[in-house]
């Protein structure tokens, strides 16, 4: 499979080379040159197989000959084994419309671990053939980092860099992330947002003189790898619901558009899903995006789920991108007017393709609270604010009654659990996989927020290209 990106200028590129890649260097994302689709008699065959086996025929048609088959196979085993759940994405029922998709059973607690723990076995797999270390740059709202932290220390040849907005975490993720002493694991803490941590990591791609110097790597849902792994949920949901003869929709919560993202295309590899619903909390530029066509940036609020609060949702382009006709240079005109204007008004194409299998809606905290409390009331079950946005939207959805609604569970409760406890008078458990997280030592590097600070961070620890460190010596 070829790769090409969003903004239509930038070279084709082979698997190996979009997963170690971070932003093409037009500014787009990379995206297969088209979708695989599997027949319904291909999909109902699936039923039934181990999340790993499912992982490596879902992921296949996308990796082609970069990796052998039963190599894959090793690589999905190995990333999933570290899971503390045999069905690793376990389905739970609410009542008779609504489901429960646990995401949450890996290292860190987040559903980010599912497309990261296989990422990293990815990149030292490509690695192995040679070439430049890798200089991974990331920004978090919390669970990235500490997912791509877990999945990366201690790995030869891959140094990383991550960026969080001071005191906008957990303190549990914080924890996660900082506590991890391994030498190739930096943290930093800025001033400012996650979009501005997030600008200057987009800023940091095309910086010529780093890309020049270092071989920068993404880790960010715009790495396609990552999204190719979350493809694998939806399938093994809809599978386990029947959804090639009944309708299934997924609800999820959304921040970088990366996830539900990954269910747009589960369905154009043929699933059979009736809606994907969007939700966001109050930070809700994709849902008056979905709307009312306005992609217009407000300011970020602060809220109970840290890793939706966010304005600017990077996978959006790649939605943008199918729905303009693949057309790459328009989308860059388009994308050109945004970065300008922090405004843009979608086209009528893309409102039309987005509004047949998506829907949007917005949960304030008042919502949040009240779905945690309605989880844990009426079916026992404590949910994390995240989870909880996504169960308000499918609850409020009107979709009718005979459509099965699978709520994407994507933090564990512990993860959250001030919130959880506020909501429900319960403090939900650590669970032991996470250990003695708050008897740990941190280590954490405090940089203002200025580009120039944290690029003159990262270029004095940073591992440089080969041919660099050569000249060097000559
Ligand atoms: C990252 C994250 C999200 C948002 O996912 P996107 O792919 O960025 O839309 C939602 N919930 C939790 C707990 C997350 O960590």
Redesign the pocket.
Same mark, same amino acid.
């Given at each position: 499979m070829r790769y090409i990106s969003t903004r239509g200028s930038a070279p084709e590129l082979d698997f190996a080379e979009a997963t170690l890649a971070g932003l093409a260097p037009d500014g787009g994302l990379y995206v297969p040159t088209e979708w695989p689709r599997f027949t319904p008699d291909e999909i109902a065959a699936f039923a039934g197989l181990p999340y790993a086996e499912l992982a490596q025929k879902i992921m296949q048609p996308f990796v082609g000959d970069a990796i052998a088959p039963e190599r894959l196979l090793e690589l999905t085993r190995t990333a999933y084994g570290r899971f503390a759940h045999a069905a690793i994405t376990p389905l739970k029922q609410f009542d008779e419309q609504h489901w429960l998709l646990e995401l =949450?059973h890996g290292p860190t607690l987040? =559903? #980010?671990d599912i497309a990261m723990q296989l990422l990293g076995l990815l990149f030292e797999e490509l690695l192995a053939k040679g070439g430049d270390p890798l200089t991974i740059v990331g920004a978090t $709202? @919390? /669970?990235?980092g500490s997912?791509a932290i877990d999945a990366v220390a201690g790995r030869e040849n891959i140094e990383i860099f991550m960026l969080h907005p001071r005191g906008r975490v957990s303190d549990v993720q914080r924890r996660q992330m900082t506590t991890v002493l391994a030498p190739n694991v930096h943290n930093i803490a800025i001033d400012g947002t996650f979009d501005d941590a997030q600008a200057m990591v987009k800023r940091m791609f095309n910086d010529p003189a780093m890309v020049a110097r270092f071989r920068l790597t993404a880790v960010n $849902?715009i790495n396609w790898a990552r999204l190719m792994a979350?493809v694998v949920y939806y399938f093994a949901a809809g599978l386990q619901l029947g959804s090639l003869h009944r309708p299934v929709a997924f609800s !999820?919560?959304? @921040? +970088? =558009? @990366? /996830? !539900?993202?990954?269910g747009y295309v589960a369905a154009q590899m043929g699933l059979p899903i009736e809606k994907l619903i969007v939700a966001t909390n109050v930070n809700d530029i994709l849902h008056r995006a979905l709307t009312y066509g306005d992609y217009s940036v407000g300011q970020v609020t602060p809220t109970a789920?840290p $890793?939706?609060d966010?304005q600017v $949702?990077s +996978?959006f382009e790649r939605l943008l991108f199918d729905l303009s006709g693949r057309d790459g240079l328009a989308l860059a005109a388009q994308m050109d007017g945004f970065e300008f204007s922090k405004r843009m008004q979608l086209t009528n194409a893309q409102r039309e393709g987005a509004s047949s299998l998506f829907v949007s809606a917005r949960a304030d905290g008042v919502d949040t609270l009240q779905a945690i409390r309605w989880a844990w009331e009426a079916c026992g079950e404590l949910i /994390?604010p995240?989870?909880a946005i996504?169960l308000h939207a499918a609850r409020h959805s009107g979709l009718p009654r005979d459509v099965g609604i699978v709520t994407?569970a994507?933090?564990h409760p512990a #993860? =959250?659990r001030d919130s959880v406890e506020r909501a429900t008078g319960h403090r939900p458990l650590l669970p032991g996989r996470v250990g003695d997280l708050f008897e740990r030592a941190e280590r954490i590097v405090d940089l203002p927020g200025d580009y120039d600070s944290i690029a003159r961070y990262i270029a004095e620890h940073a591992f440089p290209r080969r041919s660099i460190r050569d000249s060097w010596r000559r």
């Amino acid at each position: 499979m070829r790769y090409i990106s969003t903004r239509g200028s930038a070279p084709e590129l082979d698997f190996a080379e979009a997963t170690l890649a971070g932003l093409a260097p037009d500014g787009g994302l990379y995206v297969p040159t088209e979708w695989p689709r599997f027949t319904p008699d291909e999909i109902a065959a699936f039923a039934g197989l181990p999340y790993a086996e499912l992982a490596q025929k879902i992921m296949q048609p996308f990796v082609g000959d970069a990796i052998a088959p039963e190599r894959l196979l090793e690589l999905t085993r190995t990333a999933y084994g570290r899971f503390a759940h045999a069905a690793i994405t376990p389905l739970k029922q609410f009542d008779e419309q609504h489901w429960l998709l646990e995401l =949450f059973h890996g290292p860190t607690l987040a =559903f #980010k671990d599912i497309a990261m723990q296989l990422l990293g076995l990815l990149f030292e797999e490509l690695l192995a053939k040679g070439g430049d270390p890798l200089t991974i740059v990331g920004a978090t $709202s @919390g /669970d990235t980092g500490s997912a791509a932290i877990d999945a990366v220390a201690g790995r030869e040849n891959i140094e990383i860099f991550m960026l969080h907005p001071r005191g906008r975490v957990s303190d549990v993720q914080r924890r996660q992330m900082t506590t991890v002493l391994a030498p190739n694991v930096h943290n930093i803490a800025i001033d400012g947002t996650f979009d501005d941590a997030q600008a200057m990591v987009k800023r940091m791609f095309n910086d010529p003189a780093m890309v020049a110097r270092f071989r920068l790597t993404a880790v960010n $849902s715009i790495n396609w790898a990552r999204l190719m792994a979350q493809v694998v949920y939806y399938f093994a949901a809809g599978l386990q619901l029947g959804s090639l003869h009944r309708p299934v929709a997924f609800s !999820v919560p959304t @921040g +970088n =558009f @990366g /996830d !539900v993202f990954a269910g747009y295309v589960a369905a154009q590899m043929g699933l059979p899903i009736e809606k994907l619903i969007v939700a966001t909390n109050v930070n809700d530029i994709l849902h008056r995006a979905l709307t009312y066509g306005d992609y217009s940036v407000g300011q970020v609020t602060p809220t109970a789920a840290p $890793s939706m609060d966010i304005q600017v $949702s990077s +996978n959006f382009e790649r939605l943008l991108f199918d729905l303009s006709g693949r057309d790459g240079l328009a989308l860059a005109a388009q994308m050109d007017g945004f970065e300008f204007s922090k405004r843009m008004q979608l086209t009528n194409a893309q409102r039309e393709g987005a509004s047949s299998l998506f829907v949007s809606a917005r949960a304030d905290g008042v919502d949040t609270l009240q779905a945690i409390r309605w989880a844990w009331e009426a079916c026992g079950e404590l949910i /994390d604010p995240h989870t909880a946005i996504a169960l308000h939207a499918a609850r409020h959805s009107g979709l009718p009654r005979d459509v099965g609604i699978v709520t994407l569970a994507t933090a564990h409760p512990a #993860k =959250f659990r001030d919130s959880v406890e506020r909501a429900t008078g319960h403090r939900p458990l650590l669970p032991g996989r996470v250990g003695d997280l708050f008897e740990r030592a941190e280590r954490i590097v405090d940089l203002p927020g200025d580009y120039d600070s944290i690029a003159r961070y990262i270029a004095e620890h940073a591992f440089p290209r080969r041919s660099i460190r050569d000249s060097w010596r000559r």
